[in-house]
């Protein structure tokens, strides 16, 4: 049976209201200007075309791959590096409190900012990190500007400015597990290896779940950093769907660009529905 | 709305009141942000409030390239736009839909100055003139260092093969030979655009073929002819080592300053060195981009951007008189005195000044001879694609083959015909 709400539909209009102007029209309009061509001033329907011309985009392809390996990477590298600075920052080491908020503090940071920093320090040859490398004798890479190295470039940008939300996250994970396992798995004789990975790592799985969830929704969208240091470039090496969306917007193509829109929503959930059912479908079993 | 007649009428009040008949007018602008646009439209502006001191204007700077296109596109369609701005003549204006968004100012008076070859750029496919032009026509070929070229005893190349020799002994001597200045991606495109005078030479249909949908890059070996060049540069090594970073005002100091021997560019870029650079501006020399063949050599010209009034402005009467001054000789020479004369204006009766740095007078001589110069393709073609600059930076990276790359613009192209909604697309 249904249940039935208890409150009343005064109370829950003005949320509905907000809710169909701001999100379902939006979301029902998008669908319908995918399918014209429009210049913002009139739409002309034109059926699937704006999908297939999408399709036969051949940046597109490589934008679509791009996607995939920056989500996963992004993501990989900020659960597992998160993770292990939550472990090392609940160890109760010196000045815990202030390394806490030093992780903490790229994620505050405009990603605009990170992007402009990171592109003058990435610079081929006035760069601090290439000059750096240079006094110890490396001959450091154009960073950004090499097609072969651009793509993992801002993905490590992007890790070392969101590895901080992922360790919060892991930090108030680890909080929440009782102390009682790790002194029942002591007594047992489990070392501190053993320790973090049939104490910790199982029982930190809610917060594992979050962060890979949103990390991956956060790479597969990722578009801002990308803007900041390579937009896109060189050619089209460091494309992603985001980037390769706006172009179209940028070039005018409203009808084409609303489009891959719809098609970046597709992928998402694509993606994101499978994992978060079977890791929620894990966490009963557990 | 409301507010604006109250405060009108407040305004009107007060200027009554001080025994005025006049009502004060503030235009807003919006303008590229661009050293010597900027320069040009303070000193317009500042000259004609001082003549009229009813009228003072808000200036407001935008980003140039893709980032200038979206703002103008979506604050036309959206009417937030300025009562004036400037933007592209020729295919990118067309892409504003003129007919609707801009008002029409054929039969305005400042039109009667504004030389032919230009309305043709700013007339909407209803025949009508919507625009009229903001600051000269530039060229499009290289830029050179004349130190250089004394200290190595090189000449003007006329060909291709001639500038390639060139760029050898300028590489030998341990200069960079070609700036590359990939970080401002637009400035990717040069060798592609500014070789349209050699592709035209060849084959004077091109334009007319490539609208209807008959010709392309990929099958045209003179059109190709950019791409190849791209390559050639690339393969040989001839970029500076930073070229994927660098950026357009890089570009101008290098060549400038003989850190560089040769930067592809428009001839805007003079301005550029007058503000950054002053003290180098009599070692900065142009020549059109050679072509296979010495005897047609010529200059692929740009004509100028333009300033448009939005049909919607609520100013459009005074944005109008407005516009009757840039066009005016004085106007000109308004121009002329803030950011310099870098190439000749389209304003009847608007004469550059006898001492003009030296890159200008190299070019001026293509303008003066009949068929030494052609417009860029743009000015002939409403059919440009927006990944040009993408794929030109790959040829030019060597991440992408030439005649791939041509094709691949003719992939792009077909997006901007089919919503511009020419035939035969």
Known sequence: MKRRSPYPYWFVLPAAVVFVTLFLLPTVASFWFSLTRWDLFDAEFIGWDNYRQFFREPFLVQGLVNTLIYAFVTSGAKTVLGLLLAVLLTGGIWMQGFLRSVVFFPVLVSTIGVGITFAALMHPTKGVINLGLGLVGLHGPAWLSDPALALYSVALIDIWKGVGLATLIYIAGLAAISSEYYEASRIDGATRWQQFWRVTVPLVRPATVTVVTLSLISGLRSFDVIWATTRGGPGFSSDVLASVIYKQYQAGFYGLATAGNVILFLLITIIILPLTWWFNKREIDL | ?425
């Not at chain 2, 003009?356 to 190299?362: E, G, K, Q």
């Open chain 2, 1 to 425: 709305m409301k507010t604006f007649t109250y405060s009108a009428a407040l305004a009107g009040a007060i200027t009554l009141a001080a025994g005025m008949a006049q009502a004060e007018v503030t235009l807003s602008v919006l303008i590229d942000n661009n050293p010597e646009t900027v320069a040009s439209m303070e000193a317009l502006t500042a000259a004609y409030t001082a003549a009229n001191s009813d009228v003072t204007f808000d200036i407001e700077q935008r980003n140039g390239g893709a980032d200038g296109d979206n703002i103008v596109k979506t604050r036309l369609a959206t009417g937030e736009m300025a009562d004036i701005f400037n933007y592209n003549s020729g295919s990118l204006f067309q892409a504003l839909k003129p007919q609707e968004t801009l008002a029409d100012l054929t039969a305005i008076d400042g039109q009667a100055n504004v030389l032919d070859s230009f309305k043709q750029v700013v007339t909407a496919p209803d025949g009508t003139v919507r625009g009229v032009p903001f600051g000269p026509a530039m060229g499009g070929g290289i830029f050179y260092n004349r130190k250089i070229y004394a200290d190595l005893g090189l000449t003007v190349p006329k060909t291709w093969d001639e500038f390639m020799a060139n760029n050898a002994k300028v590489a030998e001597a341990g200069k960079v030979p070609v700036i590359t200045t990939f970080g401002d991606t637009w400035t990717s495109q040069l060798f592609v655009l500014a070789d349209y005078y050699n592709v035209q030479a060849e084959v004077p249909n091109f334009a007319a073929d490539y609208t209807a949908n008959k010709a392309k890059y990929a099958t045209t070996p003179a059109a190709m002819r950019g791409f190849e060049h791209l390559e050639a540069v690339f393969k040989a090594g001839y970029m500076n080592p930073d070229f994927g970073v660098a950026k357009f005002e890089d570009g101008m100091r290098m060549v400038a300053t003989g850190e560089g021997a040769h930067y592809p560019m428009l001839t805007f870029g003079i301005g550029t060195v007058k503000q950054n650079n002053p003290d180098n501006l009599g070692d900065l020399g142009f020549f059109a981009q050679p072509g296979p063949d010495a005897g047609k050599n010529g200059l692929t010209v740009w004509m100028p951007a333009a300033l448009y009034v939005p049909e919607a402005s609520e100013h459009k009467d005074e944005a109008i008189k407005f516009l009757n001054y840039v066009a005016s000789v004085e106007g000109c020479n308004t121009m002329i005195g803030a950011a310099g004369a870098s190439g000749p204006y389209l304003i009847k009766g608007c004469e550059l000044p006898a001492d003009v740095p030296p890159a200008v007078s190299d070019m001026l001589p293509y303008f003066q001879t009949d068929g030494m110069t052609a417009p860029a393709l743009e000015f002939l073609s409403p059919v440009k694609g927006p990944a040009l600059e993408q794929i030109t930076v790959e040829v030019g990276s060597g991440i992408r083959p030439a005649a791939d790359a041509a094709a691949l613009y003719d992939q792009d192209v077909e997006k901007q015909a089919k919503q511009l909604g020419l035939p035969n697309w």
